[in-house]
């Protein structure tokens, strides 16, 4: 979907070069093709020298003849760039947008045009292409649009489709924040290795292997995450009386708990 297609990426901080570099990787759009903006003269020139693609300060300059325009810039910022793009962008061009709490509609109403925009979060393990992203379209998307954002960020870890804009609050609470609830679980048990004898560099990699291979697992067996929990579980065994310490904790509701007030925070910067 992206042969010949030109893309320009407004704000090429850490989400944008990597996607960047997930495209000029994995061979999905020529380094011809590809533009980056920055604010800054001197980050816009190293981007240019490490992936050989041009680089601007002014915007403007830089969409005009693009077919895809990907905003990964902080949400603080939307208005101000939209304001200054909006007088030559095209309804024939796509724009993808990574934004944070910026509804599709935001967008569509500060261009004033019947414009194609796609809202996507990814997250921070994107960084080493084992991200997971969510799309939702805009009113005036179709199937080619949707694909080719599917292709871009395909490049950088998984991807899923949803149609319920209201829906991409939970999407920033789960897998957005997510990374931060998984840190803090695998902080707490290397202190409970560290604290029963082990090595903290050792107990920090049995846990963090333990949960790539949990998480592996889910994913590829495609089973229930408690039959994978029961099939470790042995009658009168070790895993049993841990996993009674954690649930006297409120292991459950408390990460229940943290979806729940991240999705409303989340409603709250939207609105």
Known sequence: MLTN??????????IGETLLNGMIKNNLVKEENIAGSTAQEAHAQKINKKYGIKTYINNKEMILGKDIIILA???QMM??????????ISEKQL????????????IEECLEKNIPVIRAMPNTPALINEGMTVLCPGKYIDENHIQMAIDIFGAIGLVEVIHREELMDVVTALSGSGPAYAYIIIESLTEGGVRMGLPRELAKKLTTQTFL????MVLETGMHPALLKD???TPAGVTVDGLMELEDGGIRVALIKAISRATEKSKEISR
């Open 5 to 14: 297609k030109k893309v320009a990426i407004i704000g090429v901080g850490k």
């Open 213 to 216: 291979g949990a998480s592996k």
């Open 73 to 75: 810039i902080k949400p």
């Open 95 to 106: 724009i993808i947008s990574i934004a944070a709490a910026t509804s599709t509609q935001f």
């Open 231 to 233: 099939a470790v579980t």
């Open 79 to 88: 208005k101000k760039v939209l304001s200054n793009i909006k007088d030559i």
